[in-house]
Every structure is written in structure tokens, then in C-alpha cells.
């Protein structure tokens, strides 16, 4: 291209844009996580703070956060990771709610081995609070005590009988609860113990783990269903965002630093 033919290549003076951080007009908000964890404050999130029609609680509301169950509950269990969801914010607080639950990609590496038959099972079950949830289920088959064989593959009639049992069992533990006493459940792995006993009878297994929950429909958003779960009462904040008690409720007196 000739030099000096394209005139909107010139350089204009006058039109730079003053720079701005963006972090100015940011502000932090506390997540919180439901009752059922030990480690309530579970971190910060940013988000740009209200100006208009732009409301910064719209913006936050659906932001899931996945977290390992060794940082809600203040133990070992890492390879556990739960996910929760925004769905209300009150102040500078975001009450989260279970949105599904996973497991490592390592934990789930190391499990599978030779020699052995790996068994896998999924249902769609609603729990009685309306939330329709996968839940999906994996086991091993193990040697017995004195096996001169190497290998314990199971036949797959019993494999059949066994996903059968995973799934008969799955859908009573949930469908017989609501989603606060699932999470409960999910948590020490109850119904993965449950299983392992249950087909004992059928083929030895081990390992057997809740791999993995999704949530596939909720009901309908009740703010006072969600403050239940986070084991507070009313719906009434503060300019600080603390939870304000109704009247006639119970508020546990300061304690006094000295009488």
C-alpha cells in the first residue's frame, strides 16, 4: 500500500480514554455455606457494584462454587468436592445451597486397577422437598480371603443383580428424604457403606462411592426454605446484612466481659 493513501490510518491526537481500574467500581461479597458443613465462611466473591438498572445481587445470584469437603468440614476427605449455588443475597452475605457433588480425578484413577470388575449404576430420584437429582454410584469386585486366583471378575448376571441392588437402594435413601438429610448422608458416605453390605451376599465389593450428583430440576426459590437450611430464622437484615430476629423469637444475650 502506498504511503499516505489511507487517511483513517493517521494518528489522531486528543481521543485517549482515561484509564480507570476496574477494581474501583468492584465491591466483596461473603459467601455462605448451609448448615450441614462445619466451616460456614467458605470465601469472598467480586462482583461491580449497583449502578442503575444494573443490580450487583442479579449478578451474583447462580454463580456456583465448588469446594472440597475437607475445607467445609475441616478434615482430611479432599478428594470430595461439593458444589453450591447462590441463590439468595441479604447485606454483603450470599446464601448458597447444594447444587451437586463430585470426586477427584485422581481418587477415581487410583481405583481403578486390574484383575477386577468395576460396576456402575445412575438413577433419576425426586426427594420429597421437589429436587430431582442423578445420582450415580461405582463399586469393585474384590478377592475373598484365602483366593488362590488372581482375578475377581464377576459373572454378568451377577453384575446385573448388583447394579439391580445399587439402584433399589439409591432411590429409597433419596426419595425417602429431603435434600438437607441427603447432603447429611452424602457426606460420611452412608449409602455407598449401605450398598457394599447389601451385595455382599451376591459378589465381595469394595470402593464402592457415590461418584458423583447432579441436580436436574429445583422447585420453586422459597427464601424461607433456604434460610432453614442455613439454620437461620426470618428474613429480615440490617444495614450490615445480619439477620434481624422477629419478634417473639429467641436472642441469645452478649456475653459480658465484665459484671
Known amino acids: 500500500m502506498a504511503v499516505g493513501k489511507n487517511k483513517r490510518l493517521s494518528k489522531r491526537k486528543g481521543n485517549k480514554k482515561k484509564l480507570v481500574d476496574p477494581f474501583t467500581k468492584k465491591e466483596w461479597y461473603d459467601v455462605k455455606a448451609p448448615s450441614m458443613f462445619t466451616v460456614r465462611d467458605i470465601g469472598k466473591t467480586l462482583v461491580t457494584r449497583t449502578t442503575g438498572t444494573k443490580i450487583a445481587a ?14 467445609l468440614n475441616d478434615d482430611e476427605n479432599a478428594f470430595r468436592k461439593f458444589k453450591l449455588i447462590c441463590e439468595d443475597v441479604q447485606g454483603k452475605y450470599c446464601y448458597t445451597n447444594f447444587h451437586g457433588m463430585d470426586m477427584t480425578r485422581d481418587k477415581l484413577c487410583s481405583l481403578v486397577r486390574k484383575w477386577q470388575t468395576l460396576i456402575e449404576a445412575n438413577v433419576d430420584v425426586k426427594t420429597t422437598d421437589g429436587y430431582l437429582l442423578r445420582v450415580f454410584c461405582f463399586g469393585f469386585t474384590k478377592r475373598v480371603n484365602k483366593q488362590v486366583k488372581k482375578t475377581a471378575y464377576a459373572q454378568s448376571s451377577q453384575i446385573r443383580a448388583i447394579r ?18 441427603l447432603v447429611n ?3 460420611p458416605d452412608s449409602i455407598g ?17 457415590i461418584r458423583k450428583v447432579k441436580v436436574l430440576k429445583k422447585p420453586k426459590f422459597d427464601a424461607s426454605k433456604l434460610m432453614d437450611i442455613h439454620g437461620e430464622m426470618g428474613g429480615q ?11 417473639g423469637e429467641f436472642v441469645e444475650p452478649i456475653i459480658q466481659e465484665s459484671v
Request: with cysteine; proline share 3%; charged share 40%.
Open 58 to 71: 442479579d449478578a451474583l445470584k447462580g454463580r456456583v462454587y465448588e469446594c472440597a469437603l475437607a475445607d
Open 193 to 209: 457403606k449401605d450398598i457394599e453390605k447389601e451385595c455382599t451376599d451376591i459378589y465381595p465389593l469394595h470402593d464402592v462411592h
Open 164 to 181: 439391580k441392588k445399587m439402584v433399589d437402594i439409591m432411590t429409597k435413601e433419596v426419595a425417602t428424604e429431603d435434600l438437607k438429610s
Open 185 to 187: 448422608k452424602l457426606i
Open 237 to 247: 437484615t440490617d444495614e450490615n446484612g445480619e439477620i434481624v430476629p422477629v419478634t
